[in-house]
């Protein structure tokens, strides 16, 4: 297997994108494709399902005036290199520049994505979210075996082939970095980033972080994932974002730091201490101690949610837990 890593100062993915510069064709999109409509916007890029002849496809077209060509290179060739997995979107091999735009032809996924059939407050079913758990988790060893970090492992990003999520794929690659890269700072945080990356904020008016820089890891993708498997499971976010100022996050690390003398948080207690033993793995607070994304398959045998009663979830005292923070919604973040 080609793995992405530096070999000789260069590296594989390094001349992927210098060949695909020298070819990228020139095309207007609406002169070669018959666009239908819009199926996906992110933060970065628009999805458009366009047909070829008689071929759907999805578009994903990036503004020129947001995306600098090595970006948009590099999240071409990643994609591209990674799209055999069953698991990962699919490509056509297909990438051009028209006036305004770079673009690249996917696979059109028909269902829609994780993020639009997750019930406010209530996520979905358990055994669903078992079949996204291994398929996740099959694609991100895929993806890191290849020495690469996905970085943006969110429901928005996990296309669905059916509702019931017996075919799912990852997508969007457009944050996937080497492991070993370095980041110097980030300008905001979401719920999935690890605590180690939620202290690379460049807050306003400051020109610098004073933490060195992190070294990018697959353990930024345990967490992530982690975050995510809540939020499906649950239909809200754990916390907003891992910092101490966040009272749902620090009730989570009291907990994390000493199981044994600390009460499990509030909107953990439906979860089974099989299901908690997980999340203590992939939610280590410290990244040398994470899991890696492997192990979720180790519990998908296990049940993940306790019973519930009337009154609530109940727990292993019979307590019962009412209180969750935020709904799921999307949200974003930029960085450098
Ligand atoms: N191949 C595809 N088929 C169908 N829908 C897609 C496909 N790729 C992306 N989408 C939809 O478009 C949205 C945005 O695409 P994405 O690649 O995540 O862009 P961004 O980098 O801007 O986040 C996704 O959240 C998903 O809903
Ligand atoms: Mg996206």
Redesign the pocket.
Known sequence: MFSFSNVGGSSLIDELMELTSQSLCELEIKEHFNIIKE???????R?LLVTHRWTPM?L?VLPKASTKLQGFLREYCISLHLSCHPCI?GLFGIAFQSNEHYGFA????TG??LFAIIQPRVGIPECAVKRCAVQISCALEFIHQHGLVHRDIKP??V?LLDTQCRRVKL??F?LTQRRGTFIRFISGTLPYMAPELCIMVLEEGQKEVTVPPLRVEPTLDTFAFAVLLFCILTGFFPWERCNDSDDFYEEFSDWRRSPKKTPVPSQWKRFTPVCMQMFRRMLALDSSERCSVGEVKGYVGKDWVRAKDANGWVGENGEVSTSTPSPCRSSYSDEQ
């Open positions: 199926i996906g916007r992110g933060k970065y890029g999805v999805a994903k979107v996917q696979e059109l996924v829609r994505d928005e990003n296309l997508a969007d457009g």
